[in-house]
Nanobody
């Protein structure tokens, strides 16, 4: 299983970023996918989750209405569109999949929101 995130960077408050997570090594279309984030000195937290066919999504209260998770099963990729970014969104963002008893994480991509 391999998860490779991309799309992070430095953005001003109010700006937007789109994160991507390219997955391989498993049947992507058969598993729910999630994005987590971890800010310095804080625990890793769930940001958003999307079901197998994308029919259901869940978001942390702190990002509802600003972030959108989506997936393209033909490309084995999950996305996180982040709008109206705030300084408190600064964190390392991780892609995650749970397969049977295994928990798999990407290497993370840094998102910094600062003026």
């Amino acid at each position: 299983v391999q998860l490779v995130e991309s799309g992070g960077g430095l953005v001003q408050p109010g700006g937007s970023l789109r994160l991507s997570c390219a997955a391989s090594g498993f049947t992507f279309s058969s598993y729910a996918m999630s994005w987590y984030r971890q800010a310095p000195g804080k625990e890793r937290e769930l940001v958003a989750r999307i079901t197998v066919a994308g029919g259901s999504t869940n978001y942390a209260d702190s990002v509802k209405g600003r972030f959108t998770i989506s997936r393209d099963n033909a490309k084995n990729t999950v996305y996180l569109q982040m709008n109206s970014l705030k300084p408190e969104d600064t964190a390392v963002y991780y892609c995650y999949v749970g397969i049977l008893l295994g928990r798999y994480w990407g290497q993370g991509t840094q998102v910094t929101v600062s003026s």
